[in-house]
Nanobody, 116 residues
Framework: QVQLVESGGGLVQPGGSLRLSCAAS????????MRWYRQAPGKERELVAA????????NYADSVKGRFTISRDNAKNTVYLQMNSLKPEGTAVYYC?????????WGKGTLVTVSS
């Protein structure tokens, strides 16, 4: 049974940091590219960060470049999103995504609220 379970969300003040984790099971994690998406209230889901399965190359949305870092630990079947200098517009549900060819898996998301 495929599972992606996000954790680490919560309430943080503007300028603060959070580290999200996504624990994977039920598939060969190391073969899958991993992504973090977010969906703010009333908005469409958007891609935040991605990391490849091959060489660990990363890509980021322009809005988070220099502040967010995606990483993966294949030994732990886990992908992370380190978020620094958070802004109120970062308030959203953050989703983990795994993809390999036509196989796409999603987690249920973790809520991040950036507010004073």
């Amino acid at each position: 049974q495929v599972q992606l379970v996000e954790s680490g969300g919560g309430l943080v003040q503007p300028g603060g940091s959070l580290r999200l984790s996504c624990a994977a099971s039920g598939f060969t994690f190391s073969k899958y590219a991993m992504r973090w998406y977010r969906q703010a209230p009333g908005k469409e889901r958007e891609l935040v960060a991605a990391i490849t399965s091959t060489d660990g190359s990363t890509n980021y949305a322009d809005s988070v470049k220099g502040r967010f870092t995606i990483s993966r630990d294949n030994a732990k079947n886990t992908v992370y999103l380190q978020m620094n200098s958070l802004k109120p517009e970062g308030t959203a549900v953050y989703y983990c995504n795994a993809r390999l060819y036509t196989n796409h898996y999603w987690g249920k998301g973790t809520l991040v609220t950036v507010s004073s």
